[in-house]
């Protein structure tokens, strides 16, 4: 049955190719602009990466006119601050950020300053205050997971206040998206698993979803299909070039899912247990995601049977809840292979939860923003034996 109701708005141009992100003069002469600021953080620097790109921009007659890589494991604001006054002073006309979700958030959030001048907090609090397009920003990412390189929100932890501010615009939409497989080749295998799993989680809550589409659907379902595939392979053998393609592309298709359709109990979770015990949020992801379905099921075993074919899980003769079960049980073999690597916990026990971390999980899942898209209405009673399942 089709929503009464959907928008898919996608502006984010993507390319894909392996070593593509040393070779962009064909995309930046569409785009026409000459000064590029770079955003990253240490990490990615050491490896090269950050250097890797410059080169590639300077050999074909473009300018890198400053670097920001002090962006620290989560966005903040004082970094955006001191950020955007470079960016300003620099003489860019643009942005790249090359990084995981942090590093491109942040540079999302310093998109508004470094184009519109500002206050971050003080003028653009809230969804879609930007009323027109921000400068240029090409997103590199370095990790197949968060999606945010076609996501419109950046999220932003305010460290004076211990807040966690969400800037949710159609115009922080990057202009392009450059997918290179070679840019996630060093990423181990504990953070292979755990953005893979964030990605696997964006997928499945989207498919369920109440907003979901049957465009955010395919994109969803295809994301799955390739994670199935490709995110063992990747973090049993990192150098796997193909398998690191498979998950970059599914971790980007799963972020245009989830932008449309939202995610759900799942998220809402991973969201507490990361504020309350520093649990990273792919982890979160990853231990939580078949107790949420469980949670959900009656809710949403029709379509998660649905889900069947593209998991490779049996569906044919069987009833919808059977093939559900099948759906729920194949994740839970992916994410037991992956804890045999040694790459990812499956009990929150093991990421220093603590005993009575259960009910504080499930109380803060009923108070984040993303309970409100769950399929089932949320309920703290009725959740908690699941976070405790999990446990
Ligand atoms: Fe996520």
Same mark, same amino acid.
């Given at each position: 049955m089709l929503p009464e109701f959907f928008e898919f708005y996608n502006p984010t141009k993507i390319v894909y190719q392996i070593g593509i992100a040393t070779d962009l003069k064909p995309e930046l002469d569409i785009i026409g602009i000459k000064k590029y600021f770079i955003i990253s953080d240490h990490v990615i620097s050491d490896l090269g990466l950050v250097q890797k790109v410059a080169d590639g921009l300077a050999n074909v007659g473009? @300018?890198?006119?400053g670097r920001y &890589? %002090?962006? =620290?494991?989560d966005a903040r604001l004082n970094d955006v601050k001191k950020c955007a006054d470079l960016v300003k002073a620099s003489g860019a006309e643009g942005i790249i950020s090359i990084g995981g979700g942090s590093v491109i958030d942040t540079a999302k959030a310093v998109n508004i300053l470094f184009s519109e001048g500002g206050d971050l907090v003080d003028d653009y609090s809230g969804a879609h205050t930007l009323t027109r397009p921000l400068k240029p920003h090409i997103v590199i990412p370095? +990790? =197949? *997971?968060?999606g945010s390189e076609v996501t419109m929100a950046a999220v932003i932890y305010d460290e004076d206040n211990k807040e966690k501010l969400a800037f949710p615009d159609?115009? $922080? $939409?990057?202009?392009l998206a450059v997918l290179d497989p070679e840019m996630t080749l060093s990423l181990p295998p504990k953070m292979t698993a755990a953005t893979g799993m964030d990605a696997m989680t964006h997928a499945v809550e989207a498919y369920v *979803?109440?907003? /979901? /589409?049957p465009i955010s659907d395919v994109m969803a379902a295809g994301a799955i299909e390739l994670i199935m595939k490709n995110l063992v392979r990747a973090v049993e053998n990192g150098d796997d070039i193909e398998a690191r393609g498979g998950m970059l592309v599914a971790a980007t298709m799963a972020g245009i899912a989830f932008t449309h359709s939202m995610v759900g109990v799942v998220h809402a979770m991973a969201h507490a247990a990361g504020a309350h015990y520093r649990v990273p949020h792919g982890v979160a992801n990853g231990i939580l995601l078949p107790y949420g379905l469980d949670y959900n099921f009656d809710f949403i075993y029709e379509k998660l049977a649905r889900l069947a074919p593209v998991m490779g899980v049996a569906a044919q003769g069987i009833s919808d809840e059977d093939a559900a079960r099948n759906v729920i049980a194949a994740i839970r073999s992916m994410t037991g292979k992956l804890n045999e690597l040694g790459a &990812?916990?499956?009990? $929150?026990? %093991? +990421? *220093?939860?603590? @005993? %009575?971390g259960p009910a504080v999980i499930a109380e803060g899942a009923l108070n984040d923003g993303s309970s409100f898209y769950n399929p089932r209405p949320m309920d703290e009673e009725e959740l908690l034996p699941y976070v405790q399942n999990a446990y």
């Open positions: 473009f @300018e890198t006119v &890589l %002090d962006v =620290a494991q370095t +990790t =197949a *997971g968060t159609k115009f $922080l $939409l990057p202009n *979803g109440i907003q /979901s /589409s &990812l916990p499956i009990r $929150l026990r %093991d +990421t *220093g939860v603590p @005993e %009575d």
